[in-house]
């Protein structure tokens, strides 16, 4: 059995995330990075003896487009899947049913989901510091009774909570831009998981393309990319009253 880390994280929180499961589980893990445009993930041949941990995050109770179309280029092959959604504390509303369809589609029988939360990628105050050592002993416990479910062979399906049709995908997003203190280094361009970043010239965005995933901001040395600040702080009076109270982990087996 092989254990496949396949996960979408511009900024990583999504990834501590699955971490944390996957380094609960058995077996050698294989990452399959897609936020990585360079990769060829229809190379990505599972078998029915392997398991994969399938984590996105949620954008605006969504899986994110290009996460689903990089997913839907996976053979599944009939490996079991664990589906694992992360939001900002918000809300994750349609986030894990559609990955759960896309999974299926992909190939890949679903035996356990997780909802969890790490700091929001936009308005950092909130969650600020998850997943902490509460949700870490909480994801390591349930990766042990997944581990448990794989050892007895039950394929089983959990209950997914989550409303077909979908909601409807959010508008444009914030966008971030270089300020003055950009130097051209490209580092946010080549890691763009859309490339809607220009490589001749940083300071040149497809406002269109954007996802407003935020891992420029994350990845720039300089931290030469900003988003516009009335924006920020309306979007952060939004979110206080919906994000103040802590919510936790859920779990579905």
């Given at each position: ?70 997913l839907g280029m996976v053979h599944g092959n009939g490996a079991r899947a664990v589906l694992v959604c992360v939001y900002g504390n918000r809300a994750y509303e349609d986030t894990l049913v559609e990955l759960e369809d896309t ?151």
């Open positions: 059995m092989k254990l496949y880390d396949i996960v979408f994280s511009p900024t990583g929180g999504t990834k501590k995330v699955a971490d944390y499961l996957t380094d609960a589980l058995e077996g050698d893990v294989t990452t399959v990075d897609l936020s990585d445009s360079k990769q060829d993930f229809k190379a990505a041949l599972l078998t029915k003896e392997d398991v994969a941990v399938i984590s996105v995050p949620s954008y605006g109770g969504r899986v994110p487009t290009v996460a689903v179309e990089r999974a299926k589609q992909a190939g890949f029988q679903v035996i356990a989901a997780v909802a969890a939360i790490a700091e929001h990628s936009i308005a950092r105050q909130f969650a600020a510091g998850r997943p902490d050592a509460q949700d870490a002993t909480q994801l390591s416990d349930f990766a042990k009774q997944i581990q448990h479910k794989l050892s007895a062979a039950d394929t089983s399906e959990p209950a997914i909570p989550g409303n077909r049709p979908y909601k409807k995908a959010g508008g444009a997003g914030m966008v971030p831009k270089a300020t003055k203190e950009c130097t051209n280094c490209g580092v946010c361009a080549a890691e763009c998981p859309v490339q809607a970043i220009d490589k001749k010239d940083p300071k040149k965005v497809d406002e269109k393309a954007c996802i407003s995933c935020m891992r420029c901001i994350a990845v720039c040395p300089q931290g030469a990319r900003k988003i516009n600040p009335v924006m920020l702080c309306a979007a952060s009076l939004m979110l206080k009253k919906v994000c103040s109270e802590r919510k936790e982990c859920e779990l579905f087996l």
